[in-house]
């Protein structure tokens, strides 16, 4: 394994099909709560718990809650150097005539306010709704997304909303029950998001794996597929993982240094990708 730029930057330079795949590391930096591990409680809850389709049968005010919580403190997130290097990235890789796809597990849309382009959300988006009736998907930014979640949400109180049915976000088609676009715990990738993804990983040169431990399926058979078909695999995180032993490359730290130095991004690329 090895922590080379130089032999990196050759292996880039070879590279036709570049695919990254990030997780919730690289927007750790952004301040985003993982929700993963130690200190992943939101009030007295394990947020995993939370984040399945039992918990919003059960209870759908306090799973909007926690999801109010995460939309507010998303909205007033910034990308980091890291978020701004895979997009630096993606327009090199446009300009040299390589195919770039980018796969997040992040449901935060740093990547696109950062600039990136034709993202794949592998587990869905914080700012879209599906209808619990009609299964319409619609892309909602308000703050708050309904009237009877304004002020609510707060991690550090024990008192539940408790927010009637009707009263919590509704389809503006149907007027069903809506649930936050995301994929739960228990839920399958939607199957576009499987093509696209089975799509980008045939024929890929070169992996970044970025700010994830990749211990979730289908992820974490992305990078021994890419090894497995003679591609290279190189991560970017703050400690070992499950799937460093597929990695030929190694660059150990937090990604908003790490990124830009193994790409040759430079603080002056990086502050105009902040202005475009």
């Known amino acids: ?32 709560p993982t929700f993963r591990g130690e200190g992943g409680l939101w009030r007295d809850f394990d947020a ?18 926690f999801y109010h919580y995460r939309r507010t403190i998303v909205a007033g997130a910034s990308p980091n150097a890291g978020h ?11 300009r040299l005539g390589k195919d770039f796809i980018l796969l997040t597990q992040n449901i935060d849309g740093l990547h696109a306010k950062a600039g990136s382009t034709d993202v794949v959300e592998l ?36 008192h539940e909303a408790n927010i009637p049915s009707m009263q919590l976000p509704r389809c503006n088609k149907c007027n069903g029950l809506l649930r936050p676009r995301v994929i739960w715990f228990g839920e399958c990738l939607e199957r576009d998001v499987l093509r696209r993804t ?3 990983l ?9 700010g994830t431990s990749a211990v979730v399926y289908p992820a974490a058979g992305y990078a021994p597929l890419v090894k497995s ?8 995180n703050t ?3 499950p799937i460093s032993y597929n990695c030929r490359f190694k660059f150990q730290g937090p990604s908003s240094v790490k990124l830009p130095t193994a790409l040759g991004i430079g603080e002056d690329e990086l502050a105009e990708m902040k202005e475009t």
């Open 1 to 32: 394994m090895s922590d080379s730029v130089e032999e990196f930057s050759s292996v880039f330079q070879h590279a036709k099909k570049v695919v990254v795949l990030t997780g919730a590391g690289i927007s750790a930096e952004s301040g985003i």
């Open 229 to 236: 078909q003679g591609g290279v695999v190189a991560e970017f």
């Open 123 to 158: 587990h869905g988006s914080l700012w879209e709704t599906r209808c619990c009736h009609c299964k319409a998907v619609e892309a909602n930014r308000n703050m708050p997304i309904c009237p009877a979640l304004d002020g609510k949400g707060a991690p550090d109180t024990v």
């Open 48 to 65: 995993t718990e939370l984040a399945t389709p039992g918990a919003f049968a059960a209870n759908p005010s306090l799973v909007w809650e």
């Open 239 to 241: 400690e070992d993982t």
């Open 202 to 210: 045939q024929g890929c040169d070169l992996l970044l794996v970025v």
């Open 198 to 200: 089975d799509d980008a």
């Open 84 to 94: 701004y290097a895979v997009a630096a990235l993606q327009r090199r890789c446009r």
